[in-house]
């Protein structure tokens, strides 16, 4: 699903009073912009969405293993 940044706050606002232990997983690439990811954090901490987790993709050996 995508959103634009404007919808992300009340979102997970909603998803929040749904399930107040809610654990937000914010996954990126390596070479994603950092402005985008802390302008979405900036919408994260607005709705109050405090547990979050971040993950980024495994780096490959050359190999592929």
Known sequence: QTLGLDQ???LIHAKLL???R???SLKADGAAD???V???LQEL???EA???NFSTLRERSPEGT
């Open 8 to 10: 992300v706050g009340a």
């Open 45 to 47: 901490r607005k709705a």
């Open 18 to 20: 749904a399930n107040p």
């Open 34 to 36: 950092f402005g985008v």
């Open 22 to 24: 809610l654990i937000i």
């Open 50 to 52: 405090l547990r979050v």
């Open 38 to 40: 802390s302008a979405v």
